[in-house]
């Protein structure tokens, strides 16, 4: 222990006047949520925070250290001093000691964001009086004598469930998630430990990023608060100059550079990959015909040339992203799975997707890149296109066909289909 | 044959199905965005907005019902893996 360290065994510390960290240090965390990796372990912050009438705790910790956590805040308050809980989130690294925190102060309410009430009969089963839930709204306040609380609603940061608390007269914000990292250090405030800025954008990236339509609206309800401190529930509390943080999330939620075209053309990207030249030259079809249609701006990328991380930034802002790939031995190639499997880290939803691609014996690649693209929420609304070896020059037209009705789509410019399922050659369609 | 219409808001596309289809037989071939999960009627990820003919739906069987309220559905909302469309036309979307 150094004397610099704020976090002594047993101890709370004082984050503001009668503001304490209750929270526990877990330093030999290497891997978190499996996505996640720490260099620095985590912690799993908790605070006290004390008014004339009474004490709230907000969030908890890990099971497993429940021991510091009770020890730190027992150190602060008494039980029957407790006059409200909060959990800001429900995941189990903040919710860990909630059952025994409930039992040891059986007077205090429960204050959660109204999409935590299912995750809540998840976590505890059958063991909560309904009665001691307060499913929070804009309107709610928890007076604790001196200062209050209320609460943002901040859904999808990182779960459905997520919301920060607002001590107005202190300009104290609760944040969650949000503005964490998974960075332990017994200097606890970001002016103290040491250099914790990767840590933090690596969790945004990797916790944030594909919720970044959620941390646009979140950041419009925090950036005009009057922010002294903020008291996330991992890594550094920040102290010193905390709209630092607000600011840079803002940074990683904007776009390095302006897509040119978002505002006056829709997006669409086809990425390929060719053995021997005929998924490529499919690609090249597709993209000749997209490219007729006015309003759309193509792009066409090999993916033997390009890495996922780049290609996933792409991916973003686009409004469409077609795959061509061949099947080799019964499956789409592995450039192409590893592109598809990194768009779990930004937002797809809704955006439109379709598949292509030559084949030697069977062709299975395009109906599985189809059923991935639906699984990742994509609309797909046209089947894709699969050609036997070498594309004859009607098959091109085929293809380029394909281009041209998904940039339709694309614009609205395709118009309704009508198919009837009950015509016997509509078992084929 | 009975049968019903159903259309699918976000690819502008109208199916002509045998009356008793459930949406899931259908929405998927051709191509629309709702997405499933467990296709049992208990995970919820399949829940999807009518838009218009509600009426001409099934009720929702016990389990759905439950489903949908675990899942804080809105009104208008119901489970595409569940939904059997009984006649007349039915107007649905994702979400």
Not at chain 2, 1 to 9: D, G, H, I, L, R
Request: charge should be negative; glycine fraction near 10%.
């Amino acid at each position: 222990m150094s004397l610099a360290d704020a976090v002594i065994p047993g101890r709370p510390v004082a984050v503001a006047p009668g503001v304490h960290w209750v929270g526990a240090l877990d330093p030999e965390m290497r891997q978190f949520d499996i996505i996640l990796r720490t260099a620095n372990g985590t912690s799993y912050n908790a605070y006290a925070v004390r008014g004339h009438n009474g004490v709230a705790v907000i969030d908890t910790v890990k099971e497993d250290f429940a021991g510091d956590f009770f020890a730190r805040l027992w150190a602060c308050c008494k039980p029957e001093e407790i006059r409200a809980i909060v959990l800001n989130h429900l995941e189990p690294d903040h919710s860990g000691a909630l059952p025994e925190l409930l039992a040891a102060a059986p007077q205090a309410p429960l204050y959660i964001s109204r999409p935590a009430l299912g995750m809540l009969k998840g976590l505890l089963k059958d063991g909560l009086d309904p009665e001691r839930i307060v499913a929070v709204t804009d309107d709610t306040r928890v007076e604790l004598g001196g200062r209050s609380l209320r609460f943002l609603p901040t859904p999808y940061l990182h779960w459905p469930d997520t919301q920060c608390t607002w001590v107005e007269e202190d300009g104290l914000l609760f944040s969650g998630d949000v503005f964490g990292c998974h960075f332990c250090d017994a200097r606890l405030f970001n002016d103290r430990a040491g250099d914790f800025r990767f840590s933090f954008d690596y969790y945004y990236q990797h916790i944030m990023r594909p919720f970044r339509e959620f941390v646009l609206q979140a950041l419009a309800l925090i950036e005009p608060l009057p922010i002294r401190l903020i008291a996330p529930a991992h890594g550094p509390v920040l102290r010193d100059h905390p709209q630092t943080y607000v600011r840079r999330y803002r940074q990683l939620a904007e776009p390095l550079l302006a897509n040119e075209a978002a505002g006056r053309d829709k997006t669409l990207l086809v990425f390929y990959i060719s053995a021997y030249g005929n998924t490529a030259r499919m690609a090249q079809a597709v993209r000749d015909g997209a490219e007729g249609v006015e309003g759309v701006r193509v792009s066409l990328y090999d993916l033997v040339g390009g890495e996922p991380g780049p290609f996933a930034d792409l991916i973003e802002e686009a409004d469409g992203l077609l795959f061509g790939s061949p099947t080799i031995n019964g499956d789409a190639v592995k450039p192409v799975w590893d592109l598809l499997s990194s768009l779990t880290l930004v937002k797809v939803k809704g955006k439109l997707g379709g598949a292509f691609g030559s084949y030697g014996w069977s062709g299975e690649a395009v109906g599985l890149i189809e059923d991935r693209l639906r699984g990742l929420k994509l609309r797909v609304p046209r089947s894709g296109v699969k050609v036997k070896l070498i594309p004859t020059a009607e098959e091109l037209a085929e293809c380029a066909g394909f281009g041209r009705d998904l940039a339709e789509q694309l614009v609205g410019r395709a118009g309704p289909r009508h198919i009837d399922f009950t015509a016997p050659q509509a078992l084929s369609a | 044959m009975p049968k019903a219409q159903v259309t699918f808001e976000d690819i502008e596309v109208t199916v002509t199905v045998p009356a008793g289809t459930r949406l899931i037989e259908v929405s998927e071939k051709v191509g629309a965005g709702i997405t499933y999960g467990c296709r049992e009627g208990e995970c919820g990820t399949c829940m999807m907005k009518i838009v218009g003919g509600s009426e001409n739906l099934a009720n929702p069987s016990v389990l759905e019902d439950k489903v949908l309220k675990e899942n804080f559905a809105g009104i208008g909302n119901r489970l595409a893996c569940q939904a059997q469309v009984l006649g007349g036309h039915v107007v649905v979307r994702p979400g």
